[in-house]
């Protein structure tokens, strides 16, 4: 088969600036080459990266694009432009996959075969704009659930396929070196909880005795830029300040976007805690699932997205965010692991269990799987 796949306008490849979708990309685009796939991944120029070239057997195209704006409106003219851009410089392909905005609109379908859209975050509306792609990937059960309401016609096309990853996080499990860490990834935005992590962290006296607290620090790495997702230089001031405030052992790393220097803070850290708040913008997070396969134990809000991989009790806890005393409740949870490490030990080893579902070999399998059986429909028509 030929497979494209077209990254979103902001995010290069390699993925230098991070992005959980782009990661994906390039771990799937690797499995497709290894099965004996021709692949090309069309993404942003930047740098001084070749418009286009070849590297470990995939061919990539670079096109002209921009960075994110903090205005929704100039990011979606961002996006169109991009898209007409990728149009028309497209190689032919039997199948392209996207998340891309408006491109499901503007391919050609002569040159990009089955057009598959894959669906990475949660669909705010947006889903009539599709009734041209042949599949919609949804990453999750609550992602295709909102597609099948938001566009009921476009039902049959929904398939749940997860997003996949790199065996390198499994390799990196093991409870050798782990430290009193409580550790967030993810990026430093309002949506994704940080503030009531802060506040559950200093309430954790109220819920543990202060032998079994001692020692215990709070890591939060991720970009705070505007430009990569986050609220900004004065957001993540406020953040500081609130640490500071409440007096607790806090660190604010900043980004890392190596993969075995991210690998290495999962494997430090005991606890890892994603407390999104985003009822309407999660899909599937990949923080928690490299969290889970490099063997912390993993708290998750209560989000439905994650029921995809977090079993509350067994695999993981869950807290509940939405009422007024989601402060209380995440401090509940962390005490329950905090002061018993045979817990924390027995949910660590369920949660790398249950992200093994999520090798990139099994991902990769699924979809390619799915591609055949889109390209075999054709045929039979």
């Keep these: 088969m030929r497979i494209s796949i077209v ?22 685009a690797g499995a497709y080459r290894d099965a004996g796939h021709e692949v090309t991944i069309v993404s942003r120029r930047y740098a001084d990266f070749p418009n286009d070239d070849v590297v470990d057997g995939i061919r990539h195209l670079r096109i002209a694009s921009s960075d994110r704006s903090s205005n929704l409106f100039v990011n979606l003219i961002l996006d169109l432009i991009y898209s007409l851009r990728v149009a028309a410089a497209l190689p032919p392909a039997d199948i392209t996959i996207t998340n891309g905005f408006f491109l499901p609109l503007v391919l050609r379908r002569r040159r990009a075969g089955k057009i598959y859209v894959h669906i990475g975050r949660y669909p705010k509306g947006q889903m009539p704009l599709y009734w041209r792609a042949d599949r919609l990937q949804a ?205 924390l030990q027995k949910i660590a080893a369920a949660g790398r269990r249950a992200a093994a579902n999520f090798r990139v070999s099994a991902i990769a399998g699924r979809m390619l799987d799915d591609f055949r059986f889109l390209l075999s429909d054709e045929r039979r028509q």
């Design 7 to 28: 990254i979103g306008p902001f995010y290069p490849i390699p993925p230098v600036r991070g992005g959980a979708v782009e990661k994906v990309h390039v771990l799937l």
């Design 139 to 343: 990453v999750s059960k609550v992602v295709g659930g909102a597609v099948a309401r938001q566009a009921p016609w476009l039902a049959p096309k929904v398939r749940i396929i997860g997003n996949a990853l790199a065996d390198a996080f499994f390799a990196a499990g093991g409870d050798g070196g782990r430290q009193r860490v409580v550790l967030y990834v993810g990026r430093i935005a309002r949506e994704k909880g940080i503030e009531l992590l802060l506040c559950a962290f200093a309430a954790l006296p109220a819920h543990a005795a202060p032998d079994a607290l001692a020692g215990w620090i709070l890591r939060i790495i991720g970009p705070h830029a505007v430009a990569q997702g986050g609220d900004g230089d004065e957001y993540l001031a406020r953040l500081r300040a609130l640490a500071t405030q409440r007096g607790i052992l806090c660190e604010f790393i900043g980004p890392i976007f190596d993969e075995q220097a991210l690998i290495a803070e999962y494997r430090r850290a005991a606890v890892f805690v994603y407390p999104s708040l985003a009822d309407t913008g999660e899909a599937l997070p990949l923080a928690p699932l490299e969290a889970m396969a490099a063997g912390c134990a993993v708290i998750v809000s209560g989000l439905q997205c994650f029921d995809d991989y977090v079993e509350d009790g067994v695999s993981g806890l869950q807290f509940d965010h939405r009422g007024g005393d989601a402060v209380a409740h995440l401090a509940a949870k962390l005490a329950l692991l905090i002061a018993a490490p045979e817990r």
